[in-house]
């Protein structure tokens, strides 16, 4: 069983920066493709970023591509969402997923592809 906790969530200006980063504990981190999704308030979990467990592929959705970056490290069983000139659209509740998988490049990009889930941060940004 896998435990993920998220950190690094907060109050943010628009335009400004925050690093989100998610723990991993239960498991062989680096068997792992790990993804990122946040929820709005009244709106569905939606997809942000994904890295495969090599950390040698990622993948982002329009809304977030260059702005966002996602980026591992499996030494500290951590993954890490890199947010730049947030915008008040961000505003949501954040997630860090993990899904199991044999494959080095493996990317998982919906929600149900995911076995397991962060309790969240709240990442709000004021305009």
């Known amino acids: 069983q896998v435990q993920l906790v998220e950190s690094g969530g907060g109050l943010v200006q628009a335009g400004g920066s925050l690093r989100l980063s998610c723990v991993a504990s239960?498991?062989?981190?680096?068997?792992?493709?790990m993804g990122w999704f946040r929820q709005a308030p009244g709106k569905g979990r939606e997809f942000v970023a994904a890295?495969?467990?090599?950390?040698?592929?990622?993948y982002y959705p329009d809304s977030v591509k260059d702005r966002f970056t996602i980026s591992r490290d499996n030494a500290k069983n951590t993954v890490y969402l890199q947010m730049n000139s947030l915008e008040p659209e961000d505003t949501a509740v954040y997630y860090c997923?993990?899904?199991?998988?044999?494959?080095?490049?493996?990317?998982?990009?919906?929600?149900?592809?995911?076995?397991?889930w962060g309790q969240g941060t709240q990442v709000t940004v004021s305009s």
């Open positions: 997923a993990a899904t199991f998988t044999w494959r080095r490049d493996y990317i998982a990009t919906r929600v149900y592809e995911y076995t397991y």
């Open positions: 890295n495969s467990k090599s950390d040698g592929s990622t």
């Open positions: 239960g498991g062989t981190f680096s068997m792992y493709a």
